[in-house]
């Protein structure tokens, strides 16, 4: 089992930057692939990025492609998200998750989730 605290939300003006951190408690952070989520008022959860437990393989929502980054540290037991370019559209929570089902983008795939994380990106 692993537990998830995102942190590093705020307000951000668009074209500005934002990194999120997830720290992990756990033993076995490691064996986790890990995901972000983002929800916003009204929507559903959507899947924003993807990194596999190695940190070798990655994938990424079309929106954000070329503007946000994923990354890991498992000695550290961290997952990170860097948000650069930011629009008023990624005005959302953001959730980092531990996937432990077969889909890489689907919500339900992903067991253990933080709390989220406020981003709010104004015009």
């Known amino acids: 089992q692993v537990q998830l605290v995102e942190s590093g939300g705020g307000l951000v003006q668009a074209g500005g930057s934002l990194r999120l951190s997830c720290a992990a408690s756990?033993?076995?952070?490691?064996?986790?692939?890990m995901g972000w989520f983002r929800q916003a008022p009204g929507k559903d959860r959507e899947f924003v990025a993807y990194i596999s437990w190695t940190g070798g393989s990655t994938e990424y929502t079309d929106s954000v492609k070329g503007r946000f980054t994923i990354s890991r540290d498992n000695a550290k037991k961290t997952v990170s998200l860097q948000m650069n370019s930011l629009r008023p559209e990624d005005t959302a929570v953001y959730y980092c998750a531990a996937r432990t089902g077969s889909s890489l983008n689907t919500a339900a795939n992903y067991k253990y989730w933080g709390q989220g994380t406020q981003v709010t990106v104004s015009s």
């Open positions: 756990g033993r076995t952070f490691s064996g986790y692939d």
